[in-house]
């Protein structure tokens, strides 16, 4: 259940901002996060969604996934969840959000999904990476701002996770070696592209059907990348129709070869699941690296 501590703070500030109405009257567990504890919460006018943590465990993460939120939602692309409290209550840190659920699926949900990625993906930052750091899954995303993708993709993406693999022992030397090797190749694999907006960590699980019918993003990393990165990450677990891409394509095509380049696209999440989820995607890793070596 949530701690007393958080559901005091909540009700506090549910009662300056719905005066009568502020009592929690039910709370439901949700499933399928496996990093912070998350809820749903009635109270007699309204539903909330909430996540919770130590907050020590995971400094800032709330705060970089707020404002994550918030770059998002002022681009007026897509939508996503409103947030409405980011505060810490005793030893813990707690995220309070509009519920967004129970909408349906509309009948032209995907090619809307597609469109109004490629409008998120034409916003462009001036620079690749971000004014601050945030998190991808748990662990630390340095955000650096770089002039060129590939040496961004380099410096703030691959070399920090494949460090953390080879001081846990998941990589060997000859990884390493690989993907040194790969690294001076990126300028010559990779096309150039101006910085886009990224949801940053794109795959079945972090997007919802919202109120409408239409699309909601959730649980953003974001930052200004190269946008094959997004729409590699939508093919990592499946779960994307036909259509979104086509969708995707007809408001903002994209580059000659982008899906013989989905695989590379994928090395990062690939070595960030390594780094959470230990050696089973390694042998997935590898075989990326055989691939353009």
């Known amino acids: 259940m949530i701690p007393p501590v958080i559901t005091e703070s909540v009700e506090h500030w549910l009662s300056k901002v719905q005066p009568g109405h502020h009592k929690i009257i039910s709370v439901s ?24 943590n130590d907050a020590r465990r995971y400094p800032g993460m709330f705060e970089a996934e707020s404002r994550g939120l918030a770059i998002i939602r002022k681009t007026a692309c897509i939508e996503v969840p409103d947030v409405f409290l980011c505060a810490q209550a005793g030893t813990f840190s707690f995220l309070l959000m509009e519920e967004e659920t129970g909408g349906g699926n509309h009948s032209h949900f995907w090619e809307d999904f597609g469109r109004r990625l490629a409008c998120l993906h034409r916003v462009n930052g001036g620079y690749f990476g971000l004014d601050h750091d945030n998190y991808i899954g748990s662990l630390n995303q340095q955000n650096n701002p770089c002039d060129q993708w590939t040496d961004f993709l380099a410096a703030q993406r691959l070399q920090p996770m494949v460090a953390m693999a080879r001081r846990s022992g998941l990589l060997n030397s000859h990884d390493c070696n690989s993907f040194d090797r790969l690294l001076q190749r990126l300028k010559d694999l990779i096309p150039s592209e101006s910085p886009s907006l990224l949801h940053g960590d794109l795959w079945n699980g972090n997007f919802i059907r919202g109120k409408n019918g239409y699309v909601c993003l959730i649980d953003p990393a974001v930052y200004y990348g190269h946008r094959e990165m997004d729409i590699a990450m939508t093919r990592l677990f499946g779960g994307f129709d036909s259509r979104f891409y086509a969708a995707y394509n007809e408001a903002f095509p994209l580059a000659y070869g982008w899906e013989e380049r989905i695989s590379l696209n994928q090395l990062f999440p690939l070595l960030v699941h390594v780094n959470l989820f230990g050696g089973g995607y390694v042998s997935d890793v590898r075989q990326v690296l055989r691939q353009y070596l």
């Open 29 to 52: 567990p949700v499933s399928g996060g496996s990093i912070n504890r998350t809820f749903t919460i009635r109270t007699t006018s309204a539903g909330y969604f909430i996540k919770f």
